[in-house]
């Protein structure tokens, strides 16, 4: 392992959960980086990056269920569990997200 191998994380409180309406994503810049978190109707969080890798989509605006998210402008379809595309496009990259004493806490 180099250190270019090496990846530094941090965890990052961005604000309380119900700032994010159940069902939808909303884009932050943590760390340098732009994130888009969601709060699926379930009440489970998610992460990920915020553009999609196929066209720089907004994958905040995207629509979600309980196993996929899915890109606004192509309709590609991103698995919650691993970030795998349901098409075979590229992968999208996901943070650890939870929710601490009502905010939301990601580690980028």
């Given at each position: 392992m180099s250190l270019t191998d090496i990846r530094i994380t941090a965890e990052h409180a961005l604000g309380r959960v119900e700032e994010i309406p159940p069902g939808e994503g909303r884009t932050f810049v943590v760390g340098g980086e732009?994130?888009?978190?969601?709060r699926l109707r379930d009440?489970?969080?998610h992460a990920t990056q915020a553009a999609?890798?196929?066209a720089g989509g907004p994958l905040a605006d995207g629509q979600t269920d309980?196993?996929?998210l899915v890109c606004p402008l192509h309709l590609?379809?991103?698995?919650?569990s691993d970030g795998s595309s349901t098409s075979g496009a590229a992968p999208i990259r996901l943070f650890p997200v939870r929710e601490v004493d009502g905010e939301v806490v990601v580690e980028v």
């Open positions: 732009q994130v888009a978190v969601f009440g489970s969080l999609c890798p196929h309980v196993d996929v590609y379809a991103y698995r919650w």
